[in-house]
């Protein structure tokens, strides 16, 4: 079981093992620097020791703060997609036509067609069919002259 960081700074406080100076809390400069870009990712943040080998273990002057461990890819397409649904206030699937279009154009910028199953994903979020998303596709890269 891993340790979270996303606790009040005065709960679950930990110096990394052998460090010098303070422990470090989740208020720490850094954690607070990392923390918006973590969550939009669908990641996890913990304690350097608690780190494994696949973790990027993130220091500040020196001194291991906090490790990162990031999610499956498949788990970030589904935080973009919640993350879109928050910025557009309503579910991608209320969006007309060309806002779909837009989100679509979004996902393929950040690779969401890369993950597998990616298409099936976001036309499910989007509430229209495979064969919709591959014409929104192609419909930008005809306008892009690709």
Do not use: C
């Not at 696949?54 to 970030?76: K, M, T």
């Not at 209320?94 to 890369?114: H, I, W």
């Amino acid at each position: 079981m891993t340790e979270s960081v996303d606790r009040p700074p005065a709960a679950g406080v930990r110096a990394p093992s052998g460090a010098d100076g303070p422990p470090v809390t989740a208020d720490h400069p850094l954690v607070s620097a990392v923390k918006p870009l973590v969550d939009a990712m669908g990641a996890e943040l913990l304690v350097p020791e608690e780190a494994q080998q696949d973790d990027v273990v993130l220091a500040w002057e020196g001194r291991d703060v906090i490790a990162v461990r990031l999610p499956q890819l498949s788990d970030s397409l589904d935080h973009i997609l919640a993350a879109m649904e928050r910025r557009h206030g309503m579910p991608l699937a209320d969006l007309d036509r060309k806002a779909k279009q837009g989100v679509v154009r979004t996902l393929e910028a950040r690779g969401a067609f890369s993950v597998r199953h990616g298409v099936e994903t976001v036309a499910s979020a989007l509430g229209v069919s495979r064969f919709t998303v591959y014409n929104y596709l192609n419909r930008e890269h005809a306008a892009k002259g690709e």
